[in-house]
């Protein structure tokens, strides 16, 4: 009853206060529930309330408000019926105790009235009631439906547990099933290694050794008595050979660890080398008394050591470098080994064809640990442990990368390598294999069967046998593969080549059935392997490119990945960089060593199949497989002062700020620069970065910040975003780092914002100097910043920005600007903008009287003197005129107007209208030429594009104008073209400031037109093509009215003139030459006379044989050299001038025409001898005399001095005798070949003759290498032979390795390519003939290549051309691929079908790697591909003339505007939009008719017609894409 007293017994968990129902005088306190499942009270959630939101104080789960805020979220009905049930309960007993108490103190008339009050309350009561009913029933039936879903959550746990444990179960066992496995092969291999125990006893083998080689010394010594006596009376000492070494026992222990890692089991090997220690005792004195014992140690030495496959010295245990353990696997050893010795032993052997061993003698006890070895299948038995690899023999070799070479490629991720190191041992092997197999024992009988995972011999590709293991055994009669068969049934086997890595399907064919065939038929394909050859490591070593992955994952690996693969790496030996291992294959890079002398980086297989766009790198996600992603930054709080940093602006309304009250952003900024300046290494790099992915890059010099990545800007490089500054910048992939988890913790610190309460003074878009003068305000400065409102997430936040200073209150930067006329306030934009009203729509362009430095757009340029700009302020005229235009002719319909030069017009262009003026008489065609009235330019349109213009937007926004203060160069009245796209390329589009001197109505105006560089400096458009040399300034002749000359002014007067002006009569005038003055006078320092000699001549070496380096080659093939002596004096020379030369100059202008020897400073800021050859206004010509290099640089970077002027010239001209180049002068890829073979290279010189002037060039012969550089030239057909060329003494030339080996060369160059005549081409009708074809190709939209119907009539061999090709698609294995590329070559290319196609061969357009520009002859095509896919063509094809023939279609022409849009880039007058909707309009058949085409177009003309005998290109023409011609 104590419950029922309280009304509200049900209370909130955060306030602990009650819930309440709405009262009379109580306001309601209703339970709601959040999102996450949470219930509180709404008293709490309004003062949790935040921007819109509500956070749970449990499990901090962000809650959504709906509109109505904390009212609109769901109340808790379960809690409400409790509260209603408790109030219930109040009132009936409350209203029970007070009938109660009226029955005994009341009388009857009494009851009678409290009967009619509850009476009153009875409809109150029972909506109560009925309200409690619906309460209860929704609570019922939501217990109801908790109690299913815990009964199933349960069934489910209990389910999942189950199948987790069995899972766990199975994994368990299958891990101890591995380890005891592994421990059982660990142990057999190590009983194994018991058979060479007797290796163990060197010192006993050296004895004997010592033994039998004083027997043999005796033995010689008894056949030569005669001469040799001396020899038999040579004493025996037996004191001379240690014997109790046989008493010595080997010094090995045995112990196993392993240790758990990852629920994995890894075993290490422990070898223990101890001291050698007594077995038993032998007595010296039997084996003095004897010589018997002696033999029966030779012959036992002989009996172990008998098999030569591998010495038993190569079974001592080895380390494994740290490349190759993992950090994991490397173990650690217990005590140090200092300094262990190591020995080189080779086999004594005469007849041992084995490498040389390298053997690691320990003397301390020391652990030697054995890691599992890597590789195919077969490299995880347990005889591979006990062989040796050559990139594991010794620590000293342990950080040197093994060379390899590939065996088999089934894919990057799959392939096998053979250690070069081993090519020896690998043919012993092969010897051996051979052997064996050419001896009876090897072959099968009738009773050996074949069993799967044998090991057996096989013939491999080249006829030799092989070692193979079974994988799979096919008996006759059984359609499956067995375990093992019975030689004489056996039908064939699956093979993999243990020592080459690939696998191979071996048929047995039987001639008859007997059982002695079946085996001999077997034993042709099929040996025994010798037990010898088993226990021999496979020499094939399964590999994998680490982290690489098929560019296309749905696709996985490509064919042409593999082809890349095989034929970058080829047959040669390739660097190979071990990162690991996987489960089945060490994880490596392969480095294929540098081609040429241009470059010493090797080549990188990972990098190079990653470019070429066939593989990419593997890029880790996180569990869920998306990237992660930083947190946002936390916002102000509006109205809240904080203290911040400006990090980075792009304008008042664009920039980034950092909150400095948190310090963990030094924190995190000082682990950044702690952790990437530290660590280094390939695991931190980023490969292929992805949009939106976090990671860590470079800015400046090691600073290193978070960033995201938001875009790929091509060349390697990505455009990312700092986070943390607000900055976007260009970065290259390579100074990118990958983030730890540890660096995601802290928000993103760079904050966008927008300065609060301020617009642009004019216009859209905030101007230059406003954005100059709020970046010196505010960037990298400290602030005291206030939010005004709230904003989204991806919208900046409007805030103040206050400077305070010590003395004055804070200053709002706002204010500052608005005070400077920069920005106008929001408040007051009436009060602010008086300068720029606000202007009405006015259709015609109405300019002030004076204008300067006003910002336009440059829209149109047709030369200097005549191009078109728009004002900016206008921008929002041109844009209402628009929406005017569009709302006036949208609806028109087409009228009949006759079209005149000189009326406005509205035209359709580029599907938006706008105002025109036609500037010519419409043509027959109803084509009219249009001026576009607000850009400049002039478009052809059809007249049902066109419409009338209302008078009231008659005008143009557009203003002709012209630099009238230059003039053409060249002499020439008329601007050049070069230099009319000179100024479209730099200018047309971009924002200028324009300045009118004087304003008249003359069209074009003359005007001054200035742009901004790069460096932010103003720069005239005039001075740009002066700079250039395209224009030259105009003659302005001036007079001078000099009152009264002096001597002073006579003196300057070739220097400076000054205008003097008169003040009484009229003074003479004096006439100056028309190249004197200037366009703006200025201030000019008096030019400096000086004169310099040349420096020393050269010093000529002697006539004949001489040893020189190559430092330059000219254009002109002249060679400079310098000899040994001048390279030494050379670098003497080098720093006595950078001595001499410390500080920079004072410049001054000279005259350079006297100047001939003079300093240079280089490219690298270092001075150098020079000699000046001409003189390029504001650059010389200048010739570095040490070295021959001839340059064009400034002026500011020579000087007219001498530099150690008592030294000669160092470098001496040479020219190639008797040799004429190809076209009488040196063509670029003939120099380009000389500065590849010769720059930088010793190389020897024949001097033929001294010229009289030893400035002239020597006349010589060069041999490289021996071979005579003229050959080397005439060969790459560059040079030619002199008809009158002498004979040369002879040359004496290095003495080759050729000449000590007899090299057999024949069989080695495979069958020579076919030299064809070109394709005969197709011939087109007579003129004015008719046929009907079709377009199977369109290079412009009027060059296409046409097809017609009897062009497939011809036939060759009684078969037509698709017969022919249809025939050798079918047997395209016997085409030869084509080894010569000449131009206009025929062959046969590959399609993206995968059939072969007749082609030609164009141009060799990439050399590296080499990429052929070939034409399919018979559709017109052109394709780049490479030479994988080239085949030779059979002649026979060659009598098929090509299927297509290119004409040129008549009647139109490109338009002589540009027009918008993309162009094309091999013809740039055609649009893409013009050629695609001229291939639209050539489908299906179409009628050519044979004209006579101009003289300027080589290929033939033809009009084409459309099935409705219209021609084909009058849409082009509608549209304004093409003009008639």
Same mark, same amino acid.
């Given at each position: ?252 222990? +045995? ?92 086999? =004594? ?95 099968? =009988? ?127 030996? +390739? ?131 978070? +960033? ?818």
């Amino acid at each position: 009853m104590q419950k029922m007293e309280q009304p509200n017994d049900v209370i909130c968990n955060f306030c602990e206060n009650e819930y309440t129902l709405t009262d009379n005088e109580v306001e309601s306190n209703l339970p709601r529930i959040l999102i996450c499942g949470h219930i509180f009270c709404t008293t709490c959630l309004q003062s949790m309330e935040f921007e819109n939101a509500v956070k749970c104080p449990d499990c901090e789960v962000e809650s959504i408000l709906p509109e109505e805020g904390v009212y609109g979220l769901q109340e808790d009905t379960g809690i409400i019926g409790l509260i209603y049930s408790a109030k219930m309960k109040k009132m009936r007993w409350s209203d029970t105790s007070k009938r109660g108490s009226s029955r005994r103190g009341r009388a009857t008339s009494s009851d009678i009235s409290c009967t009619l009050k509850d009476m009153e309350q009875l409809p109150e009561l029972e909506k109560v009631e009925k309200a409690m009913d619906e309460a209860m029933t929704s609570a019922k039936e939501n217990l109801a439906k908790l109690k299913v879903l815990h009964q199933t959550l349960i069934e489910g746990l209990e389910k999942q547990m189950k199948k987790e444990e069995a899972r766990l179960e199975k994994e368990i066992n299958r891990a101890t099933d591995k380890a005891i496995n592994v421990t059982r092969k660990w142990g057999q291999m190590q009983l194994s290694q018991l058979s060479g125990l007797q290796l163990h006893f060197s010192s006993t083998h050296a004895e004997i050794c010592k033994v039998k080689g004083r027997i043999a010394t005796l033995e010689d010594a008894l056949q030569k008595a005669k001469t040799i006596l001396t020899t038999l009376k040579a004493p025996l000492d037996n004191q001379s050979f240690d014997m109790k070494c046989i008493t010595k026992g080997c010094g090995l222990s +045995v112990s196993f660890r392993s240790q758990c890692l990852n629920q994995s089991v890894n075993f290490f090997i422990k070898m223990d080398k101890n001291e050698t220690k007594d077995v038993s005792e032998v007595s010296l004195t039997q084996i003095q008394q004897h010589s018997g014992p002696v033999e029966s140690f030779d012959n036992s030495y002989r009996h172990l050591s008998h098999g030569k496959t591998r010495s038993p010295l190569r079974r001592s245990p080895r380390r494994m470098s740290p490349r190759r353990m993992s950090p994991r696997r490397r173990p650690e050893s217990r005590c140090p080994s200092p300094n262990p010795k190591r020995n080189l032993c080779k086999t =004594s052997s005469a007849d041992d064809t084995t490498d040389d061993i390298i053997i690691e003698e320990v003397i301390n006890t020391v652990e030697e640990f054995v890691a599992p070895p890597t590789g195919p299948e077969l490299a995880n038995d347990a005889h591979r442990s006990r062989c040796k690899r050559s990139w594991n023999l010794s620590g000293k070799r342990k950080n040197v990368a093994p060379w390899v070479v590939v065996t088999h490629v089934v894919n990057p991720t799959h392939f096998y390598v053979c250690s070069w190191a081993e090519k020896r041992e690998s043919d012993v092997l092969s010897k051996k294999i051979n052997t064996f197999c050419n001896q009876n024992i090897s072959f099968f =009988s009738a009773t050996d069967e074949v069993q799967a995972g044998s090991l057996i011999l096989a013939k491999g590709n080249s006829g030799l046998w092989c070692r193979t293991k079974v994988l799979e055994v096919f008996q006759n009669g059984h359609g499956s593969s067995v375990q093992f068969c019975p030689v004489d049934q056996l039908t064939g086997v699956s093979i993999f080549f243990v020592d080459y890595g690939f696998t191979n399907n071996v048929n047995i064919e039987r001639i008859c059935s007997s059982t002695q065939s079946s085996v001999d038929a077997v034993n042709n394909q099929l040996r025994k392997i010798n037990p010898e050859l088993i226990h021999i490591a496979p020499q094939a070593i399964r590999c994998s490119l680490k982290d690489l992955v098929p560019y296309d994952l749905a696709k996985g690996w490509c064919r042409e990945a593999q082809v890349e693969f095989c034929q970058v790496v080829g047959s040669g030996a +390739v660097e190979m960089i071990s990162y690991g291992q996987d489960s089945e294959a060490l994880l490596v890079d392969l480095k294929k060593p540098p081609m040429g002398p241009s470059s010493e980086i090797p080549i990188s297989i990972r990098d190079h199949l990653v470019f070429i766009e066939v593989a990419r790198f593997y890029c880790p996600m996180n569990s869920s497989g998306r990237p992660l992603k930083y947190y946002t930054a936390v916002l102000p709080i509006i109205h809240v002062e904080y203290s911040a940093v400006v990090t980075h602006i792009n304008c008042l309304d664009d920039f980034y700020i950092q909150l400095t009250d948190n310090m963990e952003t030094s924190l995190l900024e000082d682990k950044l620069q702690q952790y990437y300046n530290t660590k280094s290494g390939e695991d931190l790099l980023v490969y292929c970065p992805d949009i939106g992915q976090a990671c860590v890059a470079r800015l400046g010099e090691n600073m290193w910040y978070r +960033v995201e990545v938001i875009g790929h800007a091509g060349g390697q490089t990505v455009e990312v975003q700092y986070i943390d500054l607000g900055l976007k910048a260009s970065v290259f992939v390579s100074d990118l780092r990958k983030i730890k988890d540890e660096f995601f913790f802290l928000p993103a610190q760079a904050i966008q914002c927008c300065l609060s309460d301020v617009l642009p003074l004019a216009g859209e878009t905030w101007s230059d100097a406003c954005i100059k003068r709020f970046s010196s305000l505010a960037l990298d400065k400290l602030f005291t910043i206030m939010a005004t409102e709230t904003s989204p997430k991806t919208k900046p936040l409007p805030v103040k920005l206050f400077e305070s200073t010590p003395n004055d209150s804070p200053t709002d930067i706002a204010q500052v600007l608005i005070t400077e006329r920069l920005v106008c306030s929001k408040d007051s934009i009436k009060a602010n903008i008086v300068e720029v009203p606000t202007m009405e729509f006015q259709p015609q362009l109405s300019l002030p009287g004076t204008v300067k430095d006003v910002k336009v757009r440059v829209i149109h340029i047709d030369s200097p003197s005549s191009f078109y700009v728009h004002f900016v302020k206008f921008d929002s005229q041109l844009k209402r005129l628009t929406e005017l235009l569009k709302e006036e002719c949208e609806l028109m319909e087409p009228q009949d107007v006759a079209w005149k030069p000189g009326m406005f017009c509205a035209a359709y262009i580029n599907h938006v209208w706008e105002r025109g003026l036609i500037s010519s008489q419409v043509s027959a065609d109803s084509v009219a030429e249009v001026k576009r009235s607000d850009h400049g330019n002039k478009v052809k349109l059809h007249v049902s594009s066109l419409r009338p213009l209302p008078a009231s937007l008659e005008g143009s926004f557009a203003l002709e104008c012209s630099l009238t203060d230059i003039r053409p160069a060249g002499g020439k009245p008329s601007w050049t073209a070069t230099a009319c796209d000179y100024m479209r390329d730099s200018l047309l589009g971009a924002l200028a400031l324009i300045t009118i001197p004087e304003l008249t109505d003359e069209r074009p105006v003359a005007v001054i037109l200035c742009t901004t560089s790069l460096t932010g400096e103003s720069v005239s458009t005039s001075d740009c093509l002066t700079y250039v040399g395209l224009a030259l300034r105009k003659r302005k002749p001036l007079e001078l009215t000099v009152e009264k000359p002096n001597e002073s002014d006579a003196q300057s007067s070739d220097t400076n003139v000054q205008a003097i002006p008169s003040l009484g009569a009229t003074p003479p005038v004096y006439p100056l030459p028309p190249f004197l003055p200037r366009p703006t006078p200025r201030t000019t320092m008096p030019t400096e006379k000086v004169k310099t000699n040349l420096y020393k001549a050269p010093e000529l070496p002697k006539v004949g044989l001489n040893h020189m380096t190559v430092s330059a080659v000219k254009e002109d093939g002249l060679i400079y050299v310098r000899t040994d002596a001048a390279g030494i004096l050379l670098e003497q020379l080098k720093v006595e001038i950078q001595q001499s030369m410390k500080t920079l100059p004072n410049q001054k202008p000279y005259t350079w025409k006297t100047v001939k020897g003079c300093a240079v400073i280089g490219p690298d800021m270092l001075w150098y001898r020079g000699q000046l050859l001409e003189v390029l206004g504001g650059h010389v010509k200048v010739q570095y005399v040490d070295y021959g290099l001839v340059e064009n640089i400034p002026v500011v970077h020579v000087y007219p001095r001498l530099l150690c002027q008592d030294i000669p010239q160092l470098c001496i001209a040479c020219q190639l005798n008797t040799i004429n180049p190809v076209g009488s002068s040196w063509q670029q890829d003939a120099v380009e070949l000389l500065n590849e073979m010769l720059l930088y290279r010793r190389v020897d010189v024949y001097i033929l003759k001294l010229p009289t002037d030893p400035r002239q060039p020597l006349m010589v012969e060069i041999l490289l290498d021996g071979m005579n550089l003229n050959t080397i030239l005439c060969h790459h057909k560059h040079a030619l032979i002199a008809r009158t060329a002498q004979l040369v003494p002879a040359l004496s030339s290095p003495v080759y390795v050729s000449e000590f080996w007899n090299i057999d060369t024949e069989g080695l160059l495979g069958p020579q390519m076919v030299t064809l005549d070109s394709f005969m081409e197709r011939s087109l009708p007579e003129k004015g003939k008719s046929l009907t074809v079709r377009v199977r190709h369109l290079q412009t939209p009027n060059e296409v290549f046409l097809w017609w119907e009897d062009t497939t009539q011809e036939v060759v061999d009684e078969k037509t051309l698709e017969q022919h090709l249809m025939a050798i698609n079918a047997d395209v294995h016997s085409l030869l691929p084509v080894t010569n590329f000449p131009q206009g070559g025929p062959c046969l290319a590959k399609y993206s079908d995968g059939s072969f196609y007749r082609a030609k061969m164009l141009d060799i357009v990439c050399a590296d790697p080499v990429r052929i520009l070939i034409q399919h002859v018979d559709y017109g095509s052109n394709d780049i591909v490479a030479t994988d896919v080239l085949r030779q063509m059979p002649v026979e094809l060659l009598s098929f003339p090509a299927q297509v023939l290119k004409v040129h279609v008549a009647g139109f022409k490109a338009p002589s505007t540009r027009a918008e849009g993309e162009m094309l880039p091999y013809s740039p007058e055609w649009s893409v939009k013009a050629t695609l909707a001229m291939l639209e309009l050539l489908h299906g058949e179409i009628t050519a008719t044979v004209v006579e085409g101009r003289p300027t177009v080589r290929d033939p003309s033809v009009l084409l017609f459309s099935q409705d005998g219209h021609s084909v290109f009058l849409p082009l023409l509608a549209r304004g894409l093409a003009q008639l011609d």
